[in-house]
């Protein structure tokens, strides 16, 4: 019996990650017209950067999902809400407090949904550990944007009920209250701002590391029922990640990594696709199954070493800086219209 690729509690994450997507261009466009209503330069500065923020942490987002490698759509209820927030927010019925009150709730529920997907990527499996770490740095800027919020909060409430503006001394305790913040987290915000801005590189070696740790995870497993969990999604991501490959990377590095080099790593991919469909159409249980798996193993070894050593080194020494982020764009886009065209 074939083995099923999908798997009912990955599939539940993606829906996650997938309203967390449809709520972060929530906050951006809140944030957005929250500039254009608001007359205060400094409150427009404050939010401003909360727009870089948010921005760089749906890219973050975009990414982590694509990493997962399962498309979905946001959950119904979510996309609902969403509509419903949109028209409050652009209606004439709240005033300025009002409406950046219930954005402060936005981004606690951001918080919250991103520990949850946290906890529960501890459940499922350690390549989902590895895909959504990066969420971890987007959980601390949003409750550091919280406390921002506050404080913007208490200026706005104040002026709107009083006509006067608040004491200063208020900007000074919420920056003190940040800067606590950023002792604990500064290295989180550093790995933020390090996965907004990934290049070629590191998205390929990223997707090379989540394949050895599936491969781990099916190798010392004896639960059949785990075993096909991780093969369904080992099998997605390479097929994602080889056909991205040979979409947008190899044709881009044959003029300088070379004609033969180039066509080997065709080969290989179309070698592995080979075993890993024999794979598919088999068992766990199936006495072929162990054997194939090493051959799977040994092939992924071989191809990511020589993709990460000559192939690197090529792409490193032909390539700049901009060229290398624009490439992981690219890839990043044919690995997303693959995973949704197999899901």
């Given at each position: 019996?074939?083995?099923?690729?999908?798997?009912?509690?990955?599939?539940?994450?993606?829906?996650?990650?997938?309203?967390?997507?449809?709520?972060?261009?929530?906050?951006?466009?809140?944030?957005?017209?929250?500039?254009?209503?608001?007359?205060?330069?400094?409150?427009?500065?404050?939010?401003?950067?909360?727009?870089?923020?948010?921005?760089?942490?749906?890219?973050?987002?975009?990414?982590?999902?694509?990493?997962?490698?399962?498309?979905?759509?946001?959950?119904?209820?979510?996309?609902?809400?969403?509509?419903?927030?949109?028209?409050?927010?652009?209606?004439?019925?709240?005033?300025?407090?009002?409406?950046?009150?219930?954005?402060?709730?936005?981004?606690?529920?951001?918080?919250?949904?991103?520990?949850?997907?946290?906890?529960?990527?501890?459940?499922?499996?350690?390549?989902?550990?590895?895909?959504?770490?990066?969420?971890?740095?987007?959980?601390?800027?949003?409750?550091?944007?919280?406390?921002?919020?506050?404080?913007?909060?208490?200026?706005?409430?104040?002026?709107?009920?009083?006509?006067?503006?608040?004491?200063?001394?208020?900007?000074?305790?919420?920056?003190?209250?940040?800067?606590?913040?950023?002792?604990?987290?500064?290295?989180?915000?550093?790995?933020?701002?390090?996965?907004?801005?990934?290049?070629?590189?590191?998205?390929?070696?990223?997707?090379?590391?989540?394949?050895?740790?599936?491969?781990?995870?099916?190798?010392?497993?004896?639960?059949?029922?785990?075993?096909?969990?991780?093969?369904?999604?080992?099998?997605?991501?390479?097929?994602?990640?080889?056909k991205a490959e040979e979409e947008v990377v190899y044709p881009r590095v044959?003029?300088?990594?070379?004609?033969?080099?180039?066509?080997?790593?065709?080969?290989?991919?179309?070698?592995?696709?080979?075993?890993?469909?024999?794979?598919?159409?088999?068992?766990?249980?199936?006495?072929?199954?162990?054997?194939?798996?090493?051959?799977?193993?040994?092939?992924?070894?071989?191809?990511?070493r020589q993709e990460e050593s000559t192939m690197f080194a090529a792409i490193?020494?032909?390539?700049?800086?901009?060229?290398?982020?624009?490439?992981?764009?690219?890839?990043?886009?044919?690995?997303?219209?693959?995973?949704?065209?197999?899901?």
């Amino acid at each position: 019996m074939p083995i099923t690729l999908t798997d009912a509690k990955r599939a539940t994450l993606a829906q996650k990650l997938a309203s967390m997507r449809e709520i972060q261009n929530l906050i951006v466009a809140n944030e957005r017209q929250f500039i254009q209503e608001c007359s205060d330069n400094d409150i427009r500065s404050r939010l401003q950067d909360m727009i870089e923020d948010d921005e760089k942490n749906l890219g973050i987002i975009e990414t982590v999902i694509t990493q997962y490698g399962i498309q979905a759509e946001p959950k119904d209820t979510v996309q609902k809400m969403v509509s419903q927030a949109q028209e409050m927010m652009q209606g004439s019925e709240l005033n300025l407090y009002e409406k950046m009150a219930q954005h402060e709730l936005l981004k606690h529920g951001q918080v919250l949904s991103g520990l949850i997907v946290h906890k529960a990527a501890q459940v499922v499996g350690a390549d989902v550990q590895e895909a959504l770490a990066p969420l971890n740095a987007v959980n601390f800027e949003n409750r550091a944007h919280q406390e921002q919020l506050k404080g913007i909060l208490e200026y706005v409430g104040t002026r709107e009920l009083t006509g006067q503006e608040p004491d200063d001394g208020f900007w000074a305790q919420i920056q003190d209250a940040l800067a606590a913040m950023t002792g604990v987290l500064g290295s989180a915000a550093t790995q933020a701002s390090d996965a907004s801005d990934m290049d070629i590189l590191t998205l390929i070696f990223m997707d090379h590391q989540k394949t050895k740790t599936l491969i781990r995870e099916i190798e010392k497993s004896k639960d059949p029922n785990k075993i096909q969990e991780y093969f369904g999604q080992l099998y997605k991501d390479l097929t994602a990640h080889s056909k991205a490959e040979e979409e947008v990377v190899y044709p881009r590095v044959r003029s300088f990594y070379g004609e033969a080099d180039t066509q080997e790593l065709y080969d290989e991919q179309a070698e592995l696709e080979k075993v890993l469909n024999e794979m598919k159409n088999s068992e766990p249980t199936a006495e072929a199954f162990p054997h194939l798996l090493k051959r799977v193993k040994d092939m992924v070894g071989d191809h990511t070493r020589q993709e990460e050593s000559t192939m690197f080194a090529a792409i490193r020494k032909n390539m700049n800086d901009s060229q290398r982020e624009q490439m992981a764009t690219e890839f990043k886009e044919a690995k997303k219209r693959l995973q949704t065209q197999m899901k």
